[in-house]
């Protein structure tokens, strides 16, 4: 299916944005569906002939990421981080010991804006591409390595990120399966953390992008005990079931 961008366009500057996320039909679709391309290239689950998966988190660095670093380097399983531009230069040091462990590093934006925002300012094309570029600037700088994959804040999409990721030469990912993990705090964690973990199981299947988070958007030390404890019980028990996991780059393109 063809769909027809150039009344999209046109609906661009009529106050959509701010129905964006409660919108329903194909505009809801274009925006928050994983399988939409409406605004540039979206992938959601690797080839499901091989039993392999990929573990990724936004929202990093974080003051807690080495812990998460230290879990997933006793199962050696490796993962792809989605860090925010302003989180890596608040903790550029985290940001580092994550590339230096071996994951792969993708871009998840400069500030982390809702794209679909009215107030983010228009032109968005604009905007959203040096949202984009200045995350790829920083990730580079201290990381020494530049992104190839993008997550969208929110997994919202707009008018002018296809433009900017096909600039910077990104694709975009979403994910298989979330976690729901940054809803919770460290209180009643455990419970919290087995019923994530038990929930995103039972959703699993070969091939799928899981998507969980080390950081809450801007937040200075956030609070991710239940995602290291969901990570903790999660990771053992897919390794069970005979799972692989695999950064992006290997999910997606096995030759890699
Ligand atoms: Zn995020």
Known sequence: ?????????????????AACLGGTGFMAWAV??????????????????????????????GEDTPRL???????????????????VKRLPGVARAVSEAGHAIGNHSYSHPMFCNPRL???????????LRLAQEAITEHTG???????????V??????????????????WSVIGYDWKRTGVGGNEAAQAIAARVSRKISS??????????????KPDIVVTLEAVRRLVPLLLD???????LENLLCPKN
């Open 145 to 155: 390595r530049v992104p190839v994959w993008f997550r969208a804040p929110y997994g």
């Open 157 to 174: 999409r707009w008018f002018g990120l296809g433009p900017a990721l096909r600039s910077l030469g990104l694709t975009g990912i979403m």
């Open 241 to 247: 079931q005979g799972y692989q996991f695999e950064r």
């Open 32 to 61: 928050r569906g994983r399988s939409s391309q409406v605004f540039g290239s979206s992938v959601w689950r690797g080839s499901t002939s091989r039993r392999a998966l990929a573990l990724t988190f936004d929202d990093g660095p």
């Open 1 to 17: 299916m063809v769909f027809a961008l150039p009344s999209l366009n046109a609906l661009a500057g009529s106050g959509l944005g």
């Open 69 to 87: 670093l230290e879990i997933l380097d006793r199962h050696r399983v490796p993962a792809t981080f989605f860090q925010i531009g302003l989180n």
């Open 207 to 220: 091939g799928a992008i899981l998507c969980f988070h080390d950081g809450r958007e801007l937040r200075v």
């Open 121 to 131: 300012g228009f032109p968005p094309r604009r905007r959203i591409e040096e949202e």
